[in-house]
């Protein structure tokens, strides 16, 4: 199995986890944070679901140009666009060479490379930037009112399937 297949794996079976953390958020309530210092919980839910629509970008274009998540998107819109992120990803690297893989793509921010990795890398440092995240948004579900759902394992409001 190559890096770009594993990552492919890895990438759908961390999908649905984070698909049932935006699920579970309750949408009247998005502008909640547990300190001032913390993005809010649309904040992180616009964040996840642009991070991985920047990844279509990435197999499309050979780069990424950053501007941030856009701002008040409903938590519907945010859902839909996670979910065909996800999907669309999975697609694209399927069809991606290992070549094209470990390419150097760009990051762009303000118009300079801020990175300087490999296609495959920056779908790496995506996937683990957004379980951070997704982590982050699961410690804001309880204090909003909703249950938190499954990731690994059972929480204290779902024992998980």
Request: aromatic letters at 8%; glycine letters at 10%; a neutral charge.
């Amino acid at each position: 199995m190559s890096n770009r297949e594993f990552f492919i794996k890895r990438w759908e079976a961390e999908g649905p986890p984070t698909l049932r953390v935006l699920k579970a958020l309750p949408a009247d309530k998005l502008d909640y944070r547990p300190h001032p210092k913390s993005m809010s919980a649309g904040e992180l839910a616009a964040l996840l679901a642009d991070e991985a629509t920047s990844l279509i970008e990435l197999c499309d274009k050979g780069s990424i140009t950053w501007g941030g998540p856009p701002k008040n998107k409903k938590l519907g819109e945010l859902v839909s666009e996670f979910e065909h992120a996800s999907k669309t990803v999975s697609e694209k690297l399927r069809k991606f060479s290992d070549a094209a893989w470990d390419k150097k793509a760009p990051f762009y921010v303000e118009g300079k490379d801020a990175i300087g990795e490999t296609a495959g890398g920056l779908c790496w440092l995506w996937l683990f930037d957004s379980i951070h995240h997704r982590g982050q948004l699961s410690t804001h579900i309880r204090p909003m009112g909703g249950k938190v759902p499954s990731i690994y394992g059972p929480s204290g409001d779902d024992p998980g399937t």
